[in-house]
């Protein structure tokens, strides 16, 4: 956790006004030093627990206390019983190096207060959720809200459309769309209004295509973009049309699509979590037209590489190795593939990308290194959802295979195909 944050670590499990008290006085000051930024009158009323302070007066008494804004944010979750207030502090900490544990602690002794209103134990165990969802724990996220759902008294207000649109986000990201399927229709079925809801429109695309079902996909990001209005939302789904239109090969369509995701994007500032996978798309559309100006510009765009989990890096780095090769730049393609293989490791077969990148690199291997090459892909290939993904690698394995003289190899490649295609 940066320094300038420590004090949180220190107040964490205090009461909001006991940690101001504690701050004031090891800093020396009196009431009075901190009131140019808030009345002596309130200070002294939340120091002594007769008021929780809102997000931006706790700011305030932070920059009384000569401490970064922020400072205050995690006993503020503690005490603080406004919903909306408690959603704010929780992205503000997800944006820091706070410990999960810590964030985790508080929201678990609030979801499990008598002293706090059901509705107020609810949004906290949300929020813990999320939390655990967003710092990589979505499996126990997911039980976390099944719990919730199933096994306590009704849920109130909007906390329904809240915990199904959230467990369908978090099957997307643990690739078990048909169980996100079953929640995200619930909310979109609903009346359309919310962020809950906004989210659904758009995953439910997603959850369609990771199903192979891909006009439903289209159509149900069609229907995004007329209803949605967070701009992020907006663009993810024109990203989706995009990938509709890449897919049946329409390079003219996918561009204009994505020209407006990247337009969005720009506008919300997104991360490069989500810029790099567009850009990567886009710059593929370009490659498979040869326009490579557009292709070029858009390489420059992309973000610092360092920031970016590993395998949109390995996607992006056997992109960048497919758009060398096409020009004739050899050696260039194989260093940045060989960037790739290293950055994906056992992510390796996931996506059209991959199986690209896996055609490329098996090439110049020698014949014992290509076998067992393809004894990794042949692994990995249940595991890819697209069904013509599986396709091309089963075809691309068994043509190497014949070629480099492993006729089992080749055979049982040949076999399942036969098998995929009842008319082969």
Known sequence: MPANYACMADTFNTPIGSAIRRLRHERGLKLAGVSLHVPVSTLNAIEHGRMVPSLSMADAISTGLDLPPGSLDLPLLASVRDVETRSRLLERLLGREVPTVKIQEILRRVSHSSAMPRIQQQHAQ??????????????????????????????RGKMPSVAFSMLGRFYLQLD???HALEYLLRVAGEKSSG??????????????????????????????????TTPTRLANAHFGLGLVAFRRRDF????????????????????????????????????????????????????????????????WLSTLAEMAWAQGHRQQALALLRQAKDAISNATVVSWFTVRFMEM????????????????????????????????????????????????????????????????
Not at 136 to 152: D, K
Not at 292 to 313: G, I
Not at 388 to 402: P, Q
């Open 252 to 315: 003219e369509a996918a561009t204009l699509a994505y020209q407006e995701t990247l337009r969005l994007y720009d506008e919300c500032d997104v991360p490069a979590s989500m810029r790099l996978p567009l850009l990567n798309n886009f710059v593929a559309c370009h490659i498979q037209q040869g326009a490579w100006t557009a292709a070029e510009d858009l390489v420059h765009r992309a973000p610092d590489l360092a920031v970016v989990d590993a395998l949109p890096r390995g996607e």
């Open 176 to 178: 078990e769309p048909q």
């Open 126 to 155: 949300l929020l813990l959720a999320e939390l655990l969802g967003k710092r990589g724990g979505q499996r126990r996220a997911v039980i976390l809200l099944r719990n919730l759902i199933y096994g306590y008294p009704a849920l």
């Open 195 to 228: 962020a809950a809801w906004e989210s659904a429109m758009c995953n439910l695309g997603l959850a369609w295509w990771k199903l192979g079902q891909y006009r439903m996909a289209e159509s149900q990001w069609r229907r995004a973009i007329k209803s949605v």
């Open 361 to 424: 690199t098996i090439r110049p291997l020698s014949t014992a290194r290509s076998q067992a090459l393809m004894g990794e892909i042949e692994s990995r290939i249940p595991h890819v959802h697209d069904r013509e993904v599986r396709l091309a690698l089963y075809v691309m394995l068994a043509g190497h295979a014949l070629q480099v003289g492993h006729l089992d190899k080749a055979a049982h490649s040949l076999n399942t195909l036969r098998t995929m295609l009842p008319v082969f």
